[in-house]
């Protein structure tokens, strides 16, 4: 029987680029299609969003349906994914208020992630003004994944620590009050480059705001001219000259990207990658060479994603549609669990059970 759950989701904050697509959306594809799942569902986390935006709510607004196209562009398909938006499930807030009561406050600003978005917020070690929602994100996560009962998470290395918490408040869960919560797992990508992708000026993170990102809805030609600008090795001055691959980002995003049939197709004087970085290491293999070479390999994945992209842009009511069918079900889903978690719990109260109870104690 087909037992796994699967959940993930991303804060609508950007368009999506290709870091998400090696990290993440890639492999999600590959589990949706290979079909050995009971449930997959895909969240758009507008509410964990919000918890550094709380100040620009029109920016979440405004990706909403930006995510949802850039789903469906990579063929994320919603007769096979459930894709919902967050703040609708109003289970997920719930189920957060009772988790808050099984983590403590040190166990939260000791999370790494959060401890280095804190820091990135320039709040250092000192914790003073950071939001209790912002802090709070880790365990809202855990109710994200528990409230479908997920057991396979496919996130990017970055998330293991928010895994790790949710976690560990279903074994406190479980251990407190009854076995409802089942545990996770995430599922990060087997090859070590398409964890982080650094950005095309080799800078660490692809991130709006350095404008080194390339995204699954640049055009052809701002794919070729961001390409062409990527940095590589800054020692590799003539073509002669011999060249270090390991920190040069145009062999990055070919160990994320290329395949042995895109030799045959594209450069056929090399039967693969190894080849081609021994002959960089050498010398006499140019940088505009494996540049056109890095463009044709993400051309083949862009164009149909963009082709894609354009089918749905002209179908947004579908769009909007196929977003609420899925948070409907999506709530059917988070309640049952909300329910049983009330019942472990003990505060559910307008039932058989808790009349009899009632009843007994006050006939005595
Ligand atoms: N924290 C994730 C991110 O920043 C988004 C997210 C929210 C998520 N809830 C989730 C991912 C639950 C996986 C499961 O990308």
Redesign the pocket.
């Known amino acids: 029987m087909k037992e796994n759950i699967i959940?993930?989701?991303?804060?609508p904050t950007g368009k999506l680029h290709i870091g998400h697509f090696v990290g993440s959306l890639r492999e999600r594809v590959k589990l949706q299609n290979e079909g050995n799942y009971k449930e997959m569902l895909i969240?758009i986390?507008d509410m964990?969003a919000l918890t550094d935006n709380s100040g620009n709510p029109q920016k979440v607004r405004d990706n909403i349906i930006e995510v949802m196209l850039d789903y469906l562009s990579v063929g994320l398909d919603p007769e096979k994914t459930i894709f919902f938006v967050q703040s609708e499930i109003k289970a997920l807030t719930e189920l957060t208020m009772y988790y808050m009561n099984l983590v403590t406050l040190p166990r939260l600003l000791r999370n790494p992630t959060v401890k280095s978005e804190i820091k990135m917020r320039g709040y250092d070690n000192d914790t003073t003004g950071v939001p209790v929602g912002f802090a709070n994100y880790p365990i809202s996560?855990a109710a994200?994944?528990t409230a479908f009962k997920a057991n396979v998470?496919p996130?990017g290395d970055d998330?293991l620590p928010?895994i790790e918490q949710t976690r560990e408040i279903v074994k406190s869960f479980n251990n407190t009050y009854n076995e409802v919560l089942i545990m996770p797992n995430a599922k990060i990508p087997d090859n070590k480059v398409c964890c982080r992708l650094p950005g095309t000026d080799g800078n660490a993170k692809m991130s709006k705001s350095l404008g080194n990102g390339i995204y699954l809805s640049d055009t052809k030609e701002e794919v070729k001219r961001k390409v062409m600008s990527m940095y590589t090795d800054p020692n590799h001055l003539k073509i002669s000259d011999p060249g270090n691959v390991e920190e040069n980002t145009v062999f990055t995003y070919l160990d994320a990207f290329c395949t042995d049939e895109d030799f045959i197709k594209y450069l056929p004087e090399y039967k693969n990658l190894d080849e081609l970085k021994n002959h960089y290491r050498r010398g006499g293999l140019g940088d505009v060479k494996i540049k056109q070479f890095l463009n044709q390999v993400l051309e083949g994945v862009l164009e149909p994603i963009r082709e894609k992209r354009k089918y749905y842009e002209q179908r947004i009511p579908e769009v909007i549609e196929i977003l609420k069918l899925g948070t409907a079900k999506a709530n059917s889903l988070a309640n049952e669990t909300l329910n049983e978690v009330k019942h472990a719990i003990g505060i559910d109260y307008f039932n058989e059970e808790f009349l009899n109870e009632q009843l007994n104690k006050f006939s005595k």
Do not use: S
């Open positions: 959940l993930t989701g991303d804060r969240m986390a964990q996560q994200d994944i998470v996130v998330q928010m």
